[in-house]
């Protein structure tokens, strides 16, 4: 981030942007791709929605499936489901498949409790996860918009 002399700050690209969320807004790894993905894709989604993600923190509060990932998965979600999931479920399956298998691969885990010991440090906090995530969505957005 960087001011650009009027006091606002001009994200110059998506690391940049996780990493001002996560280390200056303090939020969860799941409140981070929300509110960068909302930034970046134009998701429309208000402050007081963006509280709906903040329990999927810390694989929801229980080292169960990575928020990062399920905030991908929603966002995917809002990106491609035009109704309802089932009125184009393959196209929905593949996608979100092919997001969920790029991350395990990348991340080497898919849970908080196989992510923690690879990606985590106490200067950090989870960051490596987050900025990682940032990546795959941003590649399977690409893919798809």
């Known amino acids: ?5 009027t006091g606002l700050i001009l994200m110059k690209d998506l690391k940049q942007l996780t990493e001002y969320y996560y280390n200056n807004g303090n939020y969860n790894c799941a409140e981070t791709i929300i509110h960068v993905a909302n930034e970046c894709y134009g998701l429309e989604i208000n402050e007081e929605d963006m ?6 923190g810390s694989g929801m509060y229980a080292g169960l499936v990575c928020g990062a990932l399920a905030a991908g998965v929603a966002v995917l979600s809002k990106l491609i489901i035009e109704d309802k999931a089932k009125d184009n479920a393959d196209e929905v399956r593949r996608i979100i498949n092919g997001f ?3 991350f395990k691969e990348r991340l080497q885990g898919t849970s908080c409790r196989e992510l923690r010991p ?3 440090s106490v200067e950090e906090r989870c960051l490596k996860t987050v900025l990682l995530a940032a990546e795959v969505l941003d590649e399977k957005v690409k ?3």
Not at 1 to 5: H, I, R
């Open 100 to 102: 969920v298998r790029t």
């Open 1 to 5: 981030a960087s001011d650009d002399g």
């Open 51 to 56: 509280k709906m993600f903040g329990g999927f």
């Open 143 to 145: 893919e798809v918009i």
């Open 118 to 120: 690879l990606h985590f």
